[in-house]
């Protein structure tokens, strides 16, 4: 591959998944709202937020430091990077080799705790409350996240994320072990617990009791709102393109000429694991925050399962 086709791949990924992020945000919130019997809002309704916030002068707080204002850049730049190192329509990525699965769940994590300090940064009760619980989550679901990752990884025997996934193309696109399908399970409610989603937390929700990642951010406005509001839809994108591709990565493009149906079946598993998500929210209520830990433990156990099972199955640990 050429130089200059790699750089046109990167750059068509990264503007793909910041197109998307919005829209699959958009769709979730449709979907909810018609399996809940209302109209909802549409589909494009996210871009509109952002483009009022970006729009939007921004306030500071007199308490604040540095670290509450680079927060949203170094939150967005953390999440941009790792929307370069997961596949998404294409494999394998020209920038594979800065990093693997190990940089992408530490990327995500950096993302997420400079967004704990910006909360205890602005001096607000409720951006402390939200820090202190979202640090509770973290510590929880990280280990889950690792096991589930490394149970693909050892069936691949690398923790390179383009040749995991290059491995279950070559072995059939699709695998339903049960090791696989565990992790699968495991690494969905990762996925929910890290985008405070249902039954974690609710992002529509600005009740100052029950929030976790809101109370975090409630003191941004402006240009900083909009970028984390945009990290966080790249976050729950990235979360979806681990599940589909590294899990189930039929139909991704491995040559250049079938990037159309690589695109297109990338565009289908999104969909489908956003109308779970959907699906998930619409039937389950948020728990209370001392349910919080059996939840993510069904997580880990499900992770911890899956490792166990892959290695029982190859003939011993």
Known sequence: MSTWTATLLLVGQLALVLLL???????????????????????????????????????????????????????FASAL???????????????????????????????????????LDAASAFGG????????????????????????????????????????????????????????????????????????????THLELTMMHEAMVLEYSGRSLALLEWAGALKLLIFFSLLANAFFPLGIAMETQNLPWGLGAYALKVVALAAAVAATETVQAKLRLFRLPDVLAIAFVLSLMALIMHFLGRGGI
């Not at 979730?28 to 996210?46: D, E, V, Y």
């Not at 937020?49 to 170094?74: G, Q």
């Not at 370069?84 to 990093?99: C, D, K, M, N, Y």
């Not at 050892?154 to 699709?174: E, K, M, R, Y």
């Open 21 to 75: 992020a919005p829209w699959i945000r958009g769709l979730i919130k449709t979907l909810k709202a018609r399996m809940q019997g209302r109209r909802g809002p549409g589909l494009l309704q996210p871009y509109a937020d952002l483009m009022k916030m970006l729009h939007k002068s921004e306030r500071f707080s007199e308490h604040t430091t540095w670290i509450f204002r680079a927060t949203p850049y170094l939150v």
């Open 81 to 119: 990077t790792v929307a370069a190192l997961v596949p998404t329509v294409w494999t394998p990525l020209p920038v594979s080799f800065v990093g693997d699965a190990i940089v992408v769940i530490y990327l995500l994590a950096f993302g997420a705790f400079f967004t704990a300090l910006a909360g």
């Open 129 to 204: 409350m939200g820090s202190s619980r979202e640090m509770m989550v973290m510590s929880l679901i990280e280990p889950a996240m690792m096991l589930a990752v490394f149970t693909v990884a050892v069936t691949a025997g690398t923790t390179d994320l383009s040749s995991i996934v290059s491995f279950h193309v070559a072995s059939g696109g699709i695998s339903l072990a049960p090791a696989q399908l565990l992790a699968f399970a495991g690494l969905f409610l990762v996925a929910l617990a890290e985008n405070g989603r249902i039954p974690v937390d609710n992002p529509s």
